[in-house]
C-alpha cells in the first residue's frame, strides 16, 4: 500500500499521518522533515537546500526525489509507506512513477484562514520533531515538549510572510499535480477543516480509501 498525501501545509497531513502510520505499519516518509533534518545537521544536502526552505520556495526536483528514492528502497517500505510532501511538482509525480507504483492519493483540504492560523500556531520539537500549537494543543509546559522534554521553536518558514509565500507556491504547483492524479483515477478528497479534537473524522475519511485500495 503506498499512499501519496497532498494538501497545502498546514492542512494537518503530517498529524494524520504519523496517527496512520503507527496504525497500519506504514512508514511515514515527510520530505520536509527529511531536510531539516539535513539543515541541522549542516550536510552538504542540508546546506543546498536551506536557502530555498528559509524563503518558502521549493528544494530543486533531483534533490528531493533522489532523497526519497533512497528511502522508500529501504526494507521497512517493502509493504508500503505514506508520503507526505512529496510529489509536489508534476517532474516530480513522473520521477515517482519510475521508482514506485502508487496505489492511492490523498488530497486534504481545508479553508485558507484555517491554514494559516495553525500553521503560524505550531510549535516543533528540536528533537523530536513533535508537533504542537500554541492555542489548540498547547503543551504542559510552555516550551517544553511534553513527550521528550525537548525545546518547542516555531520554525523560520512558519513565521507570517514565508506562510503566505508558501501557500502560494503550492497553489502554483498543485494544480497540474491534482490533475495528473486525477487522471490516473488515484485521487481522492479528504475534508481536513475538522478540529484537531476531532481528527478522527479526518482518519476515518483516510482509513475508508485505504481499505478501498486494500
Ligand atoms: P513541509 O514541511 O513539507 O512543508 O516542507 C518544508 C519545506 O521543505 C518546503 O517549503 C520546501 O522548501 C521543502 N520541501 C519539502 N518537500 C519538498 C518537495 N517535495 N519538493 C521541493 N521542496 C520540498
Request: one cysteine or more; aromatic letters at 6%.
Amino acid at each position: 500500500m503506498n499512499i501519496v498525501f497532498l494538501g497545502p501545509p498546514g492542512v494537518g497531513k503530517g498529524t494524520v499521518a504519523a496517527i496512520l502510520s503507527a496504525r497500519h505499519s506504514l512508514p511515514h516518509i515527510s520530505t520536509g522533515n527529511m531536510l531539516r533534518e539535513d539543515v541541522d545537521k549542516g550536510t552538504p544536502l542540508g546546506v543546498e537546500a536551506r536557502g530555498f526552505m528559509d524563503a518558502g520556495k521549493l528544494v530543486p526536483d533531483e534533490l528531493v526525489t533522489k532523497i526519497v528514492k533512497e528511502r522508500v528502497s529501504q526494507p521497512d517500505c517493502k509493504s508500503g509507506f505514506i508520503l507526505d510532501g512529496y510529489p509536489r511538482t508534476s517532474a516530480q509525480a513522473r520521477a515517482l512513477q519510475e521508482f514506485a507504483a502508487i496505489d492511492a492519493v490523498l488530497d486534504f483540504k481545508a479553508p485558507f484562514k484555517t491554514i494559516v492560523e495553525r500553521i503560524s500556531g505550531r510549535r516543533t520539537c528540536r528533537k523530536c520533531k513533535a508537533t504542537f500549537h500554541a492555542k489548540y494543543s498547547p503543551p504542559k509546559k510552555e516550551g517544553v515538549c511534553d513527550k521528550c522534554g525537548g525545546e518547542l521553536y516555531q520554525r523560520s518558514d512558519e513565521k507570517p510572510g514565508i506562510i503566505t509565500e508558501r501557500l502560494k507556491v503550492y497553489e502554483e504547483q498543485n494544480k497540474p499535480l491534482i490533475d495528473y492524479y486525477r487522471n490516473e483515477a488515484l485521487l481522492s478528497e479528504i475534508d481536513a477543516s475538522f478540529h484537531i479534537d476531532n481528527i478522527e473524522k479526518i482518519i476515518g475519511q483516510c482509513e475508508k480509501v485505504i481499505v478501498q485500495h486494500k
